[in-house]
């Protein structure tokens, strides 16, 4: 992998393949549920899935509202895969 220098004296960089987790990130577009309901929605969604990491819990955040829908992103930690 390749880190430009201004990156490297100019940001905190992190080797994210040295833990046992990796954060996930999604833009979902076009959601159209009550906000209300939202997070419950995406916790439901992601239940049955044993790779997802919990603490922390999935965030869910509101980027865009349009006509009736919305784009939302979903945050969460799952566990990384075995090395071979």
Request: hydrophobic content about 45%; charged content about 25%.
């Amino acid at each position: 992998m390749l880190v430009p220098n201004n990156v490297v004296f100019t940001e905190v960089v992190t080797n994210r393949s040295a833990y046992d987790t990796r954060r996930v990130a999604l833009q979902l577009a076009d959601i159209a549920v009550d906000f209300n309901d939202l997070s419950r929605l995406v916790d439901d969604a992601l239940a049955p899935f044993e790779a997802i990491v919990r603490p922390p819990a999935p965030k869910v955040t509101i980027q865009k509202v349009g006509d009736g829908t919305a784009t939302i992103g979903v945050e969460y930690c799952s566990a990384a895969r075995a090395r071979t």
